[in-house]
T-cell receptor, first 114, second 116 residues
Framework: ETGVTQSPTHLIKTRGQQVTLRCSSQ?????VSWYQQALGQGPQFIFQ???????GRGNFPPRFSGLQFPNYSSELNVNALELDDSALYLC?????????????FGPGTRLTVL | AQSVTQLGSHVSVSEGALVLLRCNYS??????LFWYVQYPNQGLQLLLK??????LVKGINGFEAEFKKSETSFHLTKPSAHMSDAAEYFC??????????????FGRGTSLIVHP
């Protein structure tokens, strides 16, 4: 059974650019959630996708957007990057919208915005 | 609304000593509570979870936590610390989104330092 994978591992962008981060969910999981973890902070919920539809969103602006594909992999897109977007971006997959089920986290993508 | 407060950004113990990491929560509905561990350059791994069954929850690696409703607490303990326990620990409370899914709200984390 393959766990949650994310790519790339590290990324450096400049302010104003756009970035796409990718996540492959664990086998059998139909739900993917994205989190932003700033240095020294806990993860902050960005949004969740369930069966290719956005199922919930945290307090993030519209320039944070996402997709989920038929194989339940997912992308996080961030437009017009700002310095404060520098963080570790975590993807987590779960079965059936999470409910009481465990979310399995990937290793994250470290984004640095210069 | 839900929130989590982790008391102490750093906790330092000697190897073999008791580990106690504190977590207090606020939730408008009966909460689901979680403890996660994060090792350097890795994602989060679930240690244990409380979902309204037994109030004393046992997790992996010898950790356990007790849900105390009267104190709104869910402190994490381990009788004897090991060097490999050094990591960042996050407490989280889960609330239900309108779509039916449960999304955890995380605390700021507590860094556990274990001295030889």
């Amino acid at each position: 059974e393959t766990g949650v994978t994310q790519s790339p591992t590290h990324l450096i962008k400049t302010r104003g650019q756009q970035v796409t981060l990718r996540c492959s969910s664990q086998s059998g999981h139909n739900t993917v959630s994205w989190y932003q973890q700033a240095l020294g902070q806990g993860p902050q919920f960005i949004f969740q996708y369930y069966r290719e539809e956005e199922n919930g969103r945290g307090n993030f602006p519209p320039r944070f957007s996402g997709l989920q594909f038929p194989n339940y992999s997912s992308e996080l897109n961030v437009n017009a990057l700002e310095l404060d977007d520098s963080a570790l971006y975590l993807c987590a997959s779960s079965a059936n919208q999470g409910s009481r089920n465990e979310q399995f986290f990937g290793p994250g993508t470290r984004l640095t915005v210069l | 609304a839900q929130s989590v407060t982790q008391l102490g950004s750093h906790v330092s113990v000697s190897e073999g000593a008791l580990v106690l990491l504190r977590c207090n929560y606020s939730s408008s509905v009966p909460p689901y509570l979680f403890w996660y561990v994060q090792y350097p350059n890795q994602g989060l791994q679930l240690l244990l979870k409380y979902t309204s069954a037994a109030t004393l929850v046992k997790g992996i690696n010898g950790f356990e936590a007790e849900f105390k409703k009267s104190e709104t607490s869910f402190h994490l303990t381990k009788p004897s610390a090991h060097m490999s326990d050094a990591a960042e620990y996050f407490c989280a409370v889960s609330g239900r989104l309108s779509g039916g899914s449960y999304i955890p709200t995380f605390g700021r984390g507590t860094s556990l330092i274990v001295h030889p």
